[in-house]
């Protein structure tokens, strides 16, 4: 997503002037991914040890932070507005 996702959306952004936002976006895909390797091991381990548990809950709150980022402020700030199908719960 970050090689080919970030560099339109970042485009996007700055076009409408959210520079911050679309630096934000970027900054935290570099979290995501800093992250993420520790996390390529089966979750069960990643489950049963409390130091690897801590860093799987550090990954969640990353991909979380990067969700509400794109889905939440990008899209608002660009007018792209949820349809019924991706928001009814189903």
């Known amino acids: 997503m970050q090689k080919y996702f ?6 996007l952004l700055n076009e409408q002037g959210e520079s911050d936002l679309a630096q934000r976006i970027n900054k935290q895909f570099g979290e995501v ?3 993420f390797p520790a996390m ?7 489950l049963e040890d409390d130091n690897a548990y ?3 809950q550090g990954l969640y709150v990353d991909l979380s932070q990067l969700a509400t980022l794109v889905n939440g ?8 507005i949820r ?7 189903d």
């Open 6 to 11: 970030l560099p339109g959306l970042e485009k």
């Open 33 to 35: 991914r800093e992250h």
């Open 83 to 89: 349809g019924f199908n991706s928001s009814d719960g």
């Open 40 to 46: 390529d091991r089966a979750l069960k381990p990643l």
């Open 54 to 56: 801590r860093s799987l």
């Open 73 to 80: 402020q990008a899209a608002a700030s660009l007018g792209v």
